[in-house]
């Protein structure tokens, strides 16, 4: 049976299975059977879904819109839903949008007043949330935490001084460096919760301080997948020292060496940098106080 001719076609957001395929939704697969087009983020990844799916689906008509080109396929994308197709998005697993491509193409659609039309299903943020031991009344979700550096520490230290508890992404690479850089912040027995490989065959939960997780996980010579992790809020009266504003105070009684050495210990300021801002701002003050 043909479809009907429409002005504008509609623009799915689909979400796809994050490990085990039975939790695909019967309304996902049949959106994904009837489209006209299905913008991804891997072809290879996406045949292999619909191939196990059993639907039959031309490659030709599959279009790669990922984190590179998602700004230019946006408007190809549009321009088809523009002109009477069905576009689904969906992303290598999981919710689109949620960590993934998609927010250029959704804002411009809704710009648009174009039509579109969430299919919900499997994301790990909702999976871990569902099984979560530290209540997620309220809670914030920020993605992948930064990758290295004073960035990742400043990341860490937002996270761990939120006043809700904060569900996260980690690679299985950084997850040891991540729970490190807390445990050097002071926050060793704050109560976190991760999640690895959710609905694979190695699927694995686990509880506990920040460094009991530390030091299990360090017990491991390998480990695969991504996780996903809860860390519990703040329940502190108090916050960490503002690094700037300490340093300002400890100058005129302590040696720059030893600034650095307390500085880097209560905040997340590096050794090394309080080290130079120290000196920097020393330099700042007997400027002034000369030109008086």
Known sequence: MQKQARANGRLF???VHIGDIEDLSVRAIRILQTVDRIACESVAHTKILLDSLGISFNRSRLIVLNDVNEHKMSEHVLDLVSQGSDVAIVTDSGTPLISDPGFTLMRSAFEQSLTVVPIPGP???TAIASVC????NTFQFIGFVKSSGQEKRKDL?????????TIFFETAKRIQTTLSTLIEMGFEDRELFLGRELTKTYEELLFGSVLELFSKLGTRTEQLGEFVGVLAKNESDST???SERLIRELLPHVKASKIAAIVSRLTPMKREEAYSRAI???KQLAGIESDD
């Open 133 to 136: 031991p530290i209540p997620l």
């Open 13 to 15: 957001v689909v979400a």
């Open 240 to 242: 960490l020292l503002d």
């Open 280 to 282: 920097a701002i020393r």
């Open 157 to 165: 230290l937002s996270i761990a001084e939120s006043r809700v508890p």
């Open 123 to 125: 994301s790990s943020l």
